[in-house]
């Protein structure tokens, strides 16, 4: 073999080398790229890769914001000057990206031009060399390497280019078609429930579809869906396979629960990885690999919440997309849920208010007709026997003016105690409520005592049942039991064997409270004026009072959203009950809650 083509024989094995590098390199990049969907990662390996083949290369990978091209990823190496200057970012016509961009492919400038090319503190380069990456047909990001000292690209050196931009192009456009697969997985996901679901108002039901729908396309996924119950988030759907996990969340979990904790305080779906149950303080939850948060707030406040799990170490892009997509859809059902519940909370305060401005409406006309009639009253009283005290000392007989002192003494007498009465019913209606959990039982021990001094020494019979703990104001309620227990008290005084029996029966919407004597009871025909202001069945003379106990009774049970009945025969005791309504409100329980999240807390999610 001659000299010249043994020449040729080792130029076509450098050459043939050099494509085996180049293909090898293609290889391996491609094969990392199928594992990675993320542009910016991408890059990086590229970046290793040319580094590794490329003696002196410096390398950056930017992205278009907004005007401006701006460094995400940067090899080690460069200027802090420079490293500045692309990290607040190139313009967009800046040339050689110019140039890149409109070529749609890379480009290579030998014997580089820092001023010229309008890069400044790149003076130390050589040759430089860009690829361009789209999305939807408009520039996304740009692969730029560069050579210090030297002022040519070799044809291996471009040749190695261009394979690793065709390999992180082909990567990027796999990605592309995956986010759109799973951009389509979770429209069919949402449209699927949003149908299901149609236009109930049910939040259980809307959880149920959900569920069903989750399980369909996550068969191998535990469901939960929780609402904050008195501080507690509670499962009111568990479908879990470990049977203690699932009482377990049924009985609720504390606030305190960290990954509930992260979901509420980024506002938004949270995802976590490598799941801890010791960390998350989370019992039972130790066959976890991955798991899924989503709130739902309102008005910015806690409410309800969806999470998934499963036994696998990482989240899948389309498990993500089903995720995502299912707990949107779940929360414009909730939404419309609350709403209707809402409209309905609305309506009965409406109600409600109604019932009040009746009541006050009452009141007034009694008020008025007090102060023309019984008011009246003791005024003539005052007038008439103040003038037979002038005659009595007029003519000199002071003796007989005492009488008339003693009649305008208790004329007086009976007008402050109307005064107050009255003034007693505008408290009542004017006086602010404030909620809390009461014990009826000591409720019921405080109004004993309040009505002690009113038994004269006399013995009566106490049947008191069960009775439990309920929602209201504990200041008026402890009025409306003294006024009962009052009541029943003067009520039984000509009873042999008085007797006051208190109990309380309860169904789903709250508590009906009973008081009942065996006094002198009242006429039924007259049941619709007992509980208006200054209403008296029974004589003064027989039973002493204002006749106002029983319409602040009234006025403050109304205002808890209750109402009061009353029955009776005479001469054969009465029964008195009102009522407390269970629900306290949503929205209270939703501020209490949330202000017992940390402020700021933010999630530590898988990715």
Request: with cysteine.
């Amino acid at each position: 073999m001659t000299s010249e083509e043994l020449l040729n024989t080792r130029q076509a094995l450098a050459e043939a080398q050099q494509q085996i590098k180049v293909l090898s390199t293609f290889m391996a990049l491609t094969q990392a790229a199928a594992t990675i969907s993320d542009l910016e990662m991408l890059a990086r390996s590229a970046q290793e890769v040319l580094q590794a083949h490329i003696p002196g290369l410096q390398a950056a990978f930017y992205q278009c914001v907004g005007e401006r091209w701006v460094a995400q990823q940067t090899t080690d190496g460069l200027s802090p000057e420079f490293l500045d200057l692309v990290q607040r970012g190139l313009p967009l016509d800046t040339p050689p990206f110019a140039q890149t961009v409109q070529a749609g492919g890379p480009m290579f400038f030998e014997g580089w031009d820092a001023g010229r090319q309008r890069v400044p503190f790149t003076e130390a380069f050589g040759a430089v060399a860009l690829a361009p990456y789209f999305r939807d047909g408009r520039p996304d990001a740009v692969l730029a390497i560069g050579l210090v000292g030297v002022s040519l690209w070799t044809p291996e050196q471009r040749q190695l280019f261009s394979a690793v931009h065709q390999a992180v192009l082909g990567a990027q456009q796999r990605a592309i078609q995956t986010e759109l697969h799973e951009r389509q997985l979770g429209l069919e996901a949402f449209m699927q429930l949003t149908e299901a679901i149609g236009v109930g108002t049910d939040r259980v039901e809307a959880a149920q579809r959900a569920r069903d729908l989750l399980l369909e396309l996550l068969p191998e996924w535990s469901f939960g869906y929780y609402e904050l119950q008195y501080g507690l988030w509670k499962a009111l759907l568990a479908e879990v396979p470990d049977p203690v996990l699932r009482e377990a969340l049924a009985a609720g979990l504390p606030l305190s629960t960290p990954s509930f904790q992260a979901a509420v305080g980024a506002g938004g779906p949270v995802f976590f990885e490598d799941w801890d149950a010791a960390e998350q303080r989370f019992d039972h939850s130790e066959g976890y690999g991955v798991t899924g948060f989503y709130p739902y707030l309102r008005r910015g406040q806690p409410i309800a919440m969806f999470a998934i799990g499963s036994p696998q170490r990482r989240w899948q892009p389309q498990e993500r997309a089903v995720f995502l997509a299912v707990g949107r859809s779940l929360e414009l059902a909730l939404e419309r849920g609350w709403a209707a519940a809402e409209l309905e909370a609305s309506y009965r305060q409406l109600e409600r208010s109604n019932d009040e401005l009746m009541a006050a409406n009452g009141e007034l006309e009694a008020f008025a007709y007090s102060a023309s009639h019984d008011l009246r009253t003791p005024v003539r009283h005052v007038k008439g026997f103040t003038e037979l005290i002038r005659r009595a000392l007029d003519s000199g007989h002071p003796e007989k003016a005492e009488r008339s002192l003693t009649v305008l003494d208790e004329a007086a007498d009976q007008m402050t105690r109307m005064i107050d009465a009255m003034l007693e019913l505008s408290r009542s209606t004017r006086q602010p409520l404030r909620r809390e959990d009461i014990s009826l039982s000591q409720l019921v021990d405080e109004a004993r005592q309040d009505v002690h001094d009113e038994l004269a020494g006399r013995e009566i019979e106490w049947r008191l049942g069960a009775l439990p703990t309920v929602p209201g104001d504990r200041a008026t309620l402890r009025q409306v039991m003294t006024n009962l227990l009052s009541n029943a008290v003067k009520f039984t005084r000509r009873a042999a064997q008085p007797v006051i029996e208190v109990w309380t029966d309860e169904d789903e919407d709250g508590w009906t409270v009973w008081v009942r004597d065996n006094g002198a009871g009242f006429d039924p025909a007259y049941e619709a004026k007992l509980f208006g202001p200054f209403q008296r069945l029974h004589l003064q003379k027989d039973f002493e009072g204002t006749g106002i106990g029983l319409a602040t009774v009234r006025r403050i049970i109304l205002r808890h959203g209750g109402r009061v009945t009353a029955s009776s025969v005479l001469d054969q005791g009465a029964t008195f009950s009102f009522t407390l309504p269970r629900t306290v409100g949503e929205e209270a329980q939703s501020a209490q809650a949330l202000a017992e999240v940390p402020a700021g807390f933010l999630a530590k999610p898988g990715n």
